[in-house]
C-alpha cells in the first residue's frame, strides 16, 4: 500500500490522524501492519521519542516521568546482547524498555467538529453553580491556564462543567475530564452522553470495552493519560486532592503532557489538601468556592459516639452494640445504609455476623439486603448498582465509596473512626454521601470510635465551617 498516493482504497491520512494525534505509544499499542507503520514513519508522520532517557546513572521513563532507580529492571541479558532496562511503575499499561521508542503523531492534527450549542441538557443551574460555571466559561474563552473549584460535596459540580464545555466544544476543543476511580467515569459516562447528545463521548479505564480513547470528549482515569501527548484544550482533573493523584507523582507529569499547548485546566476538589489551600491563600492558583449543595440545604454533620469496647469487639468481628443500641432508635428505618470500615477483612467477617444479627433484629429480611464491598471484589460493580436500585439495603464497604457516588437516601455510618485510613478528607467525603437528595436532604452520619482522632475534630469542623460560609448558622 502507498500511503503517499491516496487511492480511494488507502485510509486518508485523516483517519490515521483521528486515531493517533495526541496519544504517545508504544508500538504494540498502535494497530498498524509493519509495512504501514513503516511507510508513516518514513514520512515522519511518526516520530519515536527515546524511551527511557539515561543519563550517567539516572533514567527517567518518558511515558510516566518515574525516575526512581528502584522502579527501573532488567531482562534477563542473552549472550553478547545489551542489557535492556524496562520501567516497573507504568507495567501495567504495557512494557516500556529501553530498546524500544514510543512513538506520537507528527502528521496533520485533527480538526474537531466545532459543535453550535453542543449542550442538550435541559436542567437549571443554581446561582452558586451559575457563578462557578461562568468562571469556568471566562477561563476557557480567555485561555486562563488554571482554574480551581472548591466545591462541597453534593454542590453538583458535573453539571456547573456544562457550560464551559459547551463553550469549548462550540470552539472546536478537544476535552477530556480525568478522574481517579473506574466507578465515576462509568458514572459519569451516561450523564455527559445524555447532556452533549451529539458530541462523540469515550469512557477510558483499565478493562473498559471503549478503548479506542479517539471522541472529542474523553472521560478516563488518571492512569490512562499516560497514552495522551499535547491532545486536550480543555482538561478538567476531578477530586484533585484524591489517591491516588495526590500520591502518584507520574500522574501529574503524564496530566501535564496531555495538555494541548494553548489550554485550559480546571482543578475539581471538595476537600483541598494543605497545598492547595495554601497557593489560594497565597492568590497562586484563581479559585472559586461553592459553599451550598444545589438543593439548598447545609451539610449533614456527623455526631462521634465514644465505644471503649469497639475495637475488641471489631478484632472479633463481633456487631458492635454501639452500632446496634444507634440502629435501633435510627429516626429513618426506611433510608438506604452505608457502613463503611477500615479494612477488606473486616467488610467481609462484618458481613456475615452483621447478617446473623441484623436478621435476628428484623432489620432484614434475606441475604441480598446485605453486602460488602471492596477494591478486590469482582463483583463491584453489580454490587454498587445494585445498591442504587435499592435491591441491596445495607451496604458494608472500605474507602472505595467514599467518593465520587451518589445515592439518593442514605444514613452513613463509620466503625472505627478514628483508624489511620480515614484522614479528615476521607471523613468529610463520607459525610458528604448522606442527604444528597432534594426530597430527603439531610441524613445522619456518625463517627463510632474509641478515642477522637485530630482527622475527626477538623472534619466536623470544616463541614460547619462550610455550612457557616454557605450562609447556615
Ligand atoms: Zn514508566
Redesign the pocket.
Known amino acids: 500500500m502507498d500511503i503517499k498516493n491516496t487511492s480511494h482504497d488507502s485510509p486518508p491520512l485523516e483517519i490515521y490522524a483521528r486515531q493517533f494525534s495526541g496519544k504517545l505509544l508504544l508500538r504494540t499499542e498502535i494497530l498498524l501492519d509493519e509495512n504501514t507503520f513503516q511507510q508513516l514513519l518514513s514520512l515522519h508522520l511518526f516520530t519515536p521519542v527515546q524511551s527511557i532517557k539515561r543519563k550517567k546513572f539516572t533514567y527517567q ?1 518518558q ?4 525516575q526512581k532507580r528502584s ?1 527501573f529492571a532488567t531482562l534477563p541479558r542473552t549472550s553478547g546482547k545489551k542489557i535492556l532496562h524496562y ?1 516497573r ?3 501495567e499499561m504495557g512494557r ?1 524498555i529501553d530498546s524500544e521508542p514510543l512513538y506520537y503523531w507528527t502528521g496533520k492534527p485533527v480538526k474537531w467538529l466545532e459543535h453550535e450549542a453542543p449542550c442538550t441538557w435541559d436542567g437549571q443551574l443554581t446561582a452558586a453553580q451559575q457563578r462557578a460555571a461562568d468562571h469556568i466559561v471566562n477561563a476557557v474563552n480567555n485561555h486562563q491556564q488554571e482554574l480551581l473549584i472548591w466545591a462541597v460535596c453534593g454542590a453538583g459540580k458535573t453539571e456547573m462543567l456544562f457550560p464551559g464545555m459547551a463553550t469549548a466544544l462550540s470552539a472546536g476543543k478537544r476535552i477530556c475530564i480525568a478522574t481517579p476511580r473506574a466507578d465515576v467515569v462509568r458514572e459519569l459516562m451516561p450523564r455527559l452522553q445524555k447532556a452533549f447528545q451529539h458530541v462523540p463521548v469515550q469512557g477510558l479505564y483499565g478493562g473498559s470495552k471503549d478503548r479506542a480513547g479517539t471522541a472529542q470528549i474523553i472521560i478516563a482515569t488518571t492512569h490512562q493519560l499516560l497514552r495522551y501527548r499535547e491532545a486536550f484544550d480543555l482538561l478538567i482533573i476531578d477530586e484533585i486532592d484524591a489517591f491516588p493523584f495526590h500520591a502518584d507523582a ?1 500522574l501529574p507529569f503524564a496530566a501535564n503532557r496531555a495538555k494541548a499547548p494553548q489550554h485550559t485546566t480546571i482543578y475539581l476538589t471538595a476537600t483541598p489538601r494543605q497545598e492547595q489551600r495554601r497557593q489560594m491563600v497565597g492568590n497562586k492558583l484563581p479559585h472559586i468556592f461553592v459553599p451550598i449543595r444545589f438543593h439548598g440545604h447545609p451539610l449533614p454533620v456527623p455526631t462521634m459516639k465514644m465505644s471503649f469496647s469497639l475495637k475488641k469487639e471489631l478484632q472479633k468481628s463481633e456487631v458492635p452494640l454501639a452500632l446496634m443500641k444507634w440502629l435501633k432508635n435510627r429516626k429513618h428505618q426506611t433510608r438506604q445504609l452505608l457502613i463503611f470500615v477500615p479494612t477488606i477483612q473486616l467488610a467481609d467477617n462484618m458481613r456475615d455476623q452483621l447478617f446473623v444479627r441484623f436478621r435476628k433484629e428484623g432489620l432484614i429480611k434475606s441475604t441480598n439486603e446485605l453486602a460488602a464491598v471492596h477494591a478486590q471484589d469482582p463483583d463491584r460493580t453489580e454490587k454498587v448498582q445494585a445498591f442504587r436500585k435499592k435491591d441491596i439495603l445495607i451496604m458494608i464497604t472500605t474507602t472505595i465509596l467514599e467518593r465520587g457516588v451518589t445515592f439518593p437516601s442514605v444514613d452513613v455510618v463509620i466503625l472505627d473512626a478514628g483508624h489511620e485510613v480515614f484522614d479528615e478528607a476521607a471523613l468529610v467525603q463520607i459525610a458528604g454521601r448522606a442527604g444528597r437528595s432534594p426530597d430527603d436532604p439531610t441524613g445522619e452520619v456518625v463517627f463510632f470510635h474509641d478515642g477522637r482522632t485530630d482527622a475527626m475534630v477538623e472534619a466536623v469542623d470544616s463541614i460547619r465551617l462550610m455550612n457557616k460560609r454557605g450562609g447556615f448558622h
Do not use: F, H
Open positions: 521513563c511515558r510516566c516521568g518515574n522502579l520501567c511503575n507504568c507495567i516500556v507520574s
